[in-house]
């Protein structure tokens, strides 16, 4: 049997700049009608109940250019062909499924290897809202969330 091995994604690990993440739904209801929805840029998973609020958050959009902080989704949150994450701390990239979820920055540069994970759910019922959702993505990356 031969190993595969993705050299960038292997350079990434190699080089001490690696950072792990999960990325996340996130679907927040007050009342029973959803008010808010995006992801979640988190560093460990499943998801606490108490840090949820405190999260990495990023607001679904359609555009997520330049200045925009969101995120977009192209297919489903269930099996999404790209995810284009624009956030102030962390940054803007895109990840793509016909490239096996590489992770490239603004300058198509490789930052990161995802892997399709929607194994994980979390439900979280606070005084004035619900949480809810699924991961979507594992990745190993330059980004330290």
């Known amino acids: 049997m031969r190993a595969i091995i993705n050299i960038p994604a292997a350079l990434l690990l190699l080089s001490g700049t690696a950072a792990d993440f999960w990325m996340y739904t996130y679907i927040s209801y007050s009342g029973g009608d959803p008010w808010w929805e995006g992801v979640m840029i988190l560093g460990a998973a499943p998801p606490v109940c108490d840090e949820i609020l ?8 359609k555009d997520v250019s330049g200045d925009k902080r969101g995120v977009r989704f192209a297919g489903s949150a269930l099996d999404p062909d790209i995810v284009e994450f ?11 499924k016909d490239r ?7 300058d198509n540069q490789l930052k990161g290897k995802c892997v399709l994970n929607i194994t994980s759910t979390y439900n979280c019922v606070f005084e004035k809202e619900t949480d809810t959702g699924h991961s979507i993505f594992w990745c190993v990356s330059e980004v330290h969330v």
């Open 100 to 106: 096996n979820y590489d992770m490239v920055d603004v």
């Open 86 to 96: 624009n956030s102030e701390r962390l940054g803007h990239y895109t990840i793509y």
């Open 54 to 61: 405190y999260s990495n958050r990023l607001k679904h959009l």
